[in-house]
């Protein structure tokens, strides 16, 4: 069981596994800015939160994909994802990844990363806060052990 603030709030993750739960961010646009600003933040305590950034694909269970995914991008996405060992999920994080937000009409732009892989949180916002990525990991946190929001 960890511990950490955010927003005022103490938040207790247990993912209820043994190893430490790695995040790998495929920052694509300006979203993946906004994620990097999050996981590199040293105040909400990621580790005390039961979640790290990973070194690479191999090393990750969390998956996010911020920014706009083009139809020419598509292909490394889908092999980062398919590097990434068992169990893994995917935040889309920002308007771009989740819809394909204001490029949504370009013919060059694939709308939506859950169109080809098993989205399991999407972020809102055009970007979103750093805080809504952690709040998206929360949400992934409920749906992996199951919790009900309270």
């Known amino acids: 069981m960890t511990a950490s603030a955010i927003g005022g ?3 207790r993750l247990d993912w209820g596994t043994t190893y430490q739960v790695t995040v790998f961010d495929l920052g694509l646009a300006c979203c993946g800015v906004e994620v990097m ?11 005390a939160l039961g979640v790290t950034p ?6 990750a269970h969390v998956l996010v994909v911020s920014g706009t995914v083009t139809d020419v991008m598509l292909p490394a996405v889908i092999a980062t994802y398919q590097r990434m060992p068992e169990p893994r999920y995917v935040l889309s994080v920002g308007a771009c990844s989740n819809t394909g937000g204001p490029y949504w009409d370009s013919y060059s732009v694939t709308k939506g990363v859950d169109q080809v892989l098993p989205v399991h949180v999407a972020v809102p916002g055009c970007p979103p806060r750093p805080e809504a ?3 998206g990991l ?3 946190h409920r749906l992996v052990t199951g919790q009900e929001r309270g």
């Open 37 to 47: 600003a999050a996981l590199q933040d040293p105040r909400p305590d990621l580790e």
């Open 54 to 59: 990973a070194g690479g694909p191999d090393e």
């Open 9 to 11: 709030r103490t938040l």
């Open 138 to 140: 929360v949400a992934l």
């Open 133 to 135: 990525l952690l709040e």
